[in-house]
T-cell receptor, first 113, second 115 residues
């Protein structure tokens, strides 16, 4: 079945550091890939998405490229801010799964001033 | 602009009690679902619905019931609460069309503690 694996956290960085959060997936079809972010005490919200191979999703300085050959969708940001402290979830959905969005375990990011 | 509204935000139950978590969306979305979030396990799908009158089980359905009598509402019922159901519960909705492309919209969550 479909699954998502992302790097364990927590990840602690200083402000302006470079961020990478790794995400790999297993899917039988051709999934769409998503990154969601959860700020403390809130629900999840979409950060970015990519719907086909080689697509790059981007938002708020974050980027992720859909790599079919390595089944990966790593999240990157060139310079993190304290306000980026949150939990980040990689997710996928595809036609065979219908509405079912499959989430990774989440990676907590702490950014120190 | 309400989006997805969940109530209550916090709840403490005793073992064996029953209760209903409410979820309502005002975006006319066809698809709705319930997830539970536990530390280190991400979000796990409990039940989902592809439209009014249609529901199906997700990954961890035991101990929970759902119904979808209207497009807007998708309540989750705990039949006999157990400590293993202590978790944060999220309701989500999604529009129709190419469902694999559309983002899910989440409520703020319900933090449930069963003692």
């Amino acid at each position: 079945g479909n699954s998502v694996t992302q790097m364990e956290g927590p990840v602690t960085l200083s402000e302006e550091a470079f961020l990478t959060i790794n995400c790999t997936y297993t899917a039988t079809g051709y999934p769409s890939l998503f990154w969601y972010v959860q700020y403390p005490g809130e629900g999840l919200q979409l950060l970015l998405k990519a719907t086909k191979a080689d697509d790059k999703g981007s938002n708020k300085g974050f980027e992720a490229t859909y790599r079919k050959e390595t089944t990966s969708f790593h999240l990157e940001k060139g310079s993190v801010q304290v306000s980026d402290s949150a939990v980040y979830f990689c997710a996928l959905s595809d036609l065979t799964g219908g509405f079912k969005t499959i989430f990774g375990a989440g990676t907590r990011l702490f950014v120190k001033a | 602009n309400a989006g997805v509204t969940q109530t209550p935000k916090f709840q403490v139950l005793k073992t064996g009690q029953s209760m209903t978590l409410q979820c309502a969306q005002d975006m006319n979305h066809e698809y709705m679902s319930w997830y539970r979030q536990d530390p280190g396990m991400g979000l796990r799908l409990i039940h989902y619905s592809v439209g009014a009158g249609i529901t199906d089980q997700g990954e961890v359905p035991n101990g929970y019931n759902v119904s979808r009598s209207t497009t807007e509402d998708f309540p989750l019922r705990l039949l006999s609460a157990a400590p293993s159901q202590t978790s944060v519960y999220f309701c989500a909705s999604k529009s129709g069309g190419r469902v694999e492309n559309t983002e899910a919209f989440f409520g703020q969550g319900t933090r449930l503690t069963v003692v």
